[in-house]
């Protein structure tokens, strides 16, 4: 089982490039396109977040449940649904602008215990920017790490959202020891400040970089460095591109029996090289149609960059 820690919310995307445009409303959050993504790809998965009772809150559990992704443990309340307003670029790529004052996940409080049979639990995005819920999620990260089960970070950094630089740098250095994998984009790296080999001296075992169209590359503790190129596709926009790494990343890791930080450690390279090549194939998948809908198994399954090593 795959616990996936965060923020739920709707994404108001534009139905086409004009500041006027009509706004359509989609699930998003990266926890939550993590989850789905996780559930999709047939990854025993569980979501563990607050969500509100109103009808965006309704939806999203829908789409949860309908990616096999089980809620049993998600918290629920009478405050409204975050929101996110989406700009999209000529490239595809997003911004965002965050309605989150007041929303239901910054009331999330850590459970006393994990679903049965957790493997592995995600952390990432807003949930561990915005109190006192951020708190509450990074209790439960150094928790899970304490008890030996893999942790995987993904910042996406938020700027807008951080209260202080500064200081949010220095948290996100105080996580790292609890942090089996770190992922992170490129971008995420710049603002963070420091290297991988930084990062992987005070704690993960593997460093993800999603580098966007030059694919990714992967620093391990061993001093290895070892990169993919990106699948070529036609982008429509990158929406939950990075969620999706993220999902895959954990999926194929399981299917190498490689969850946990002791199996982190010893992938082999030509492993290392296949789970990295299937995910740059996920999140192709995923910018090549609007919004954050990640790819069904039989897709990643099918055609280059599927096969196992």
Not at 10 to 30: C, F, N, Q, T
Not at 64 to 87: C, F, K, W
Not at 160 to 180: E, H, I, K, N, Q
């Amino acid at each position: 089982m795959i616990v996936v820690a965060g923020e739920a919310l709707i994404d108001l995307v534009p139905e086409r490039p004009d500041a006027l445009a009509p706004l359509l409303p989609r699930p998003g959050g990266g926890p939550y396109n993590t989850a789905v993504a996780l559930g999709r790809l047939g990854s025993p998965t569980a979501f563990l977040s607050r969500v509100a009772t109103d009808g965006y809150g309704e939806a999203l559990l829908k789409g949860l449940r309908e990616a096999g992704v089980d809620v049993s443990s998600v918290q629920r309340g009478p405050e409204p649904t975050p929101l996110a307003l989406a700009s999209v670029g000529e490239d595809g790529s997003a911004s965002y602008t965050f309605y989150v004052d007041g929303t239901a996940d910054r009331l999330f409080t850590a459970p006393e215990a994990l679903p049965d049979g957790t493997r592995a639990v995600a952390f990432g995005t807003c949930s561990l920017v915005l109190e006192p819920g951020a708190s509450a999620y990074e209790a439960l990260l150094r928790r899970a790490h304490a008890r030996g089960l893999l942790t995987l970070l993904d910042p996406n950094i938020r700027a807008a959202l951080v209260p202080g630089a500064d200081a949010y740098r220095a948290r996100f250095r105080s996580w790292l020891p609890s942090v089996t994998v770190l992922k992170l984009s490129v971008e995420d790296a710049d603002w963070l400040g420091g290297t991988p080999r930084e990062w992987l001296a005070a704690g993960p075992r593997a460093v993800v970089l999603t580098r966007g169209a030059a694919g990714l590359t992967v620093h391990t503790r061993d001093g290895g460095e070892l990169s993919v190129p990106s699948h070529p596709v036609d982008v429509v926009d990158t929406i939950g591109a990075g969620d999706t790494a993220g999902a895959a990343l954990l999926h194929l890791l399981a299917a190498h029996d490689a969850l946990s930080a002791a199996g982190v450690a010893a992938l082999s390279a030509r492993r290392w090289r296949d789970v990295l090549t299937r995910t740059a194939r996920a999140a192709a998948i995923t910018c090549s149609r609007p919004g954050a809908q990640p790819p069904w198994a039989r897709e990643l399954d099918d055609g280059p960059g599927s096969g196992t090593a």
